[in-house]
């Protein structure tokens, strides 16, 4: 578990039986929860959704920041 926010990698593994729209459903999990959070700190900090604040604003750039998509994808098991 990471100290914090900014420390923690997503690490994704499957095993190659895995069906590709269950790997990408897990994906969209993970981006969804990184949104999720995103939105909480945008509201929390500026009242506003992630996705309203203006595109590579420091607001926007604040809660990237925060909250930085790090996601580690591994090789699947053989």
């Known amino acids: 578990l990471a100290v914090s926010p900014e420390a923690a990698i ?3 593994k499957t095993q190659r039986e895995t069906p590709y729209n269950i790997y990408i ?3 969209d999990e993970v981006m969804g929860a ?3 959070l995103r939105n909480s ?17 420091p607001q926007q750039k604040h ?3 925060m909250y ?3 996601i580690s994808i591994a090789e699947p098991d053989s």
Do not use: H, T
């Open 10 to 12: 997503v690490s994704l």
């Open 25 to 27: 459903d897990m994906l």
């Open 34 to 36: 990184y949104e999720d």
């Open 41 to 57: 700190a945008s509201r929390a900090n500026y009242g506003v959704d992630y996705d309203k604040l203006k595109p590579e604003s």
């Open 63 to 65: 809660i990237k920041d």
């Open 68 to 70: 930085p998509k790090k």
